[in-house]
């Protein structure tokens, strides 16, 4: 299935935005582990809208119901399948779309691929909607990590041009518990304000904005991936890339090591205290050839702006043929980057969960 990933640990996720419910099926989780609902609760939270003007006004309780794989609040070996129902939505304000796809989403090529058989309202199975069941399986999977001294967090890098400070080199657990607790979820609480202007300008412009999460992931062991076609930077930008609206992910220096000397960019290593070999810096954002360095985990996803804006926009009459133009009702986000924080904090522990139980 296209909406599935992962090898010891496998997650497929279901649904439409406008369906009866939303869900996800993992297989693989360990035996045995608890589940802190109240805290997976508050995650699923972060990423949930309807809460403000800076997000999309569509108001879903996001509570997961779980059908199997969890007996007394713990992990039981089976496949774990959880679902929310969706409630607060208005399909009439897709009516309109049936025939004219909106520019810069995945109306057009859904219609490409399936005609007319594809559920589209509110953008279907292709809408941020279903990041809800992601963060359930991946908030599951962070609290697994986190018990083998493994934590992932992510802040906004930058939004409409307007940067965060980045994460230290070795970004500490209460660094990014202090981050997750924000509205706005920044190192730099002035830059989030800065942020929020600029969205704010956008939505009153009728229009949208993008921006870029920073994530880290810190505690892994060395050694961990492989070469090629199945290390680890394969294996994460995967899964992020599965996440609606990414549309580039780097790792370490990324792009900007292409502007760098060798002799700049290369991270010296030396001996610590207790004998394991770290490096100076980390401009390989912990990874090379494809294998962890033990050093943090560094990535960035980049999120463009939201599609589905109220400006008019030039489109296609797939029923008549004909150029036309759109006026997009309908509640949307002018920029998706802070709720998909913990999106990207979400596929990155489901990715790493699934490499240490490989083993590999």
């Not at 006026?327 to 924080?341: L, N, Q, T």
């Amino acid at each position: 299935m296209p909406s599935e990933f992962g090898n010891k640990l496998r997650v497929s996720i279901f649904g439409q935005s406008h369906g009866k419910a939303i869900g996800c099926v993992v297989d693989g989780f360990p035996s045995g582990e608890e589940i802190d609902f109240d805290a997976l609760d508050r995650f699923l939270d972060r990423r949930r809208g309807g809460k403000n003007k800076h997000s999309t006004p569509r108001a879903e309780a996001d509570k997961p119901e779980f059908l199997s794989g969890v007996e007394n609040g713990k992990t039981c070996a089976f496949p774990l399948c959880a679902v929310i129902k969706n409630g607060d939505t208005r399909s009439k304000d897709y009516s309109a779309l049936q025939y004219t796809p909106r520019p810069g989403h995945a109306d057009l090529t859904a219609y490409f691929k399936w005609g007319e058989n594809a559920d589209m309202r509110g953008g279907g199975h292709f809408s941020g909607r279903l990041t809800a069941p992601i963060c359930i399986a991946g908030g599951i999977a962070k609290q697994i990590l986190e018990r083998r001294g493994i934590f992932v967090g992510a802040h906004i890098s930058q939004i409409a041009g307007v940067k965060d400070v980045p994460f230290p080199m070795i970004p500490e657990k209460k660094m990014l518990d202090e981050i997750s607790l924000k509205t706005i979820p920044v190192i730099d609480d002035g830059a989030g304000e800065r942020m929020l202007l600029e969205i704010e300008k956008a939505r009153m412009d009728l229009d949208s904005v993008g921006g870029i999460v920073e994530c880290a992931v810190t505690g892994l062991p060395e050694g961990l991936g492989g070469p090629m076609f199945d290390g680890v930077e394969n294996r994460l930008a995967k899964a992020v890339f599965g996440i609606p609206a990414v549309k580039g992910v780097e790792f370490g220096e990324g792009f900007h090591a292409a502007k760098m000397r060798g002799s700049e960019n290369n991270d010296a290593f030396y001996f610590d205290e207790n004998g394991r070999i770290l490096s100076k810096s980390n401009h390989a954002g912990g990874i090379l050839g494809g294998i962890t360095t033990g050093m943090p985990i560094v990535l960035r996803a980049a999120f463009k702006p939201t599609p589905s804006i109220a400006r008019r926009q030039k489109t296609v009459n797939l029923e008549t043929c004909e150029n036309t133009e759109i006026e997009i009702s309908g509640r949307h986000d002018p920029c998706v980057v802070i709720r998909a924080v913990p999106v990207v904090e979400a596929v990155c522990a489901l990715a790493v969960l699934d490499m240490l139980l490989e083993g590999k």
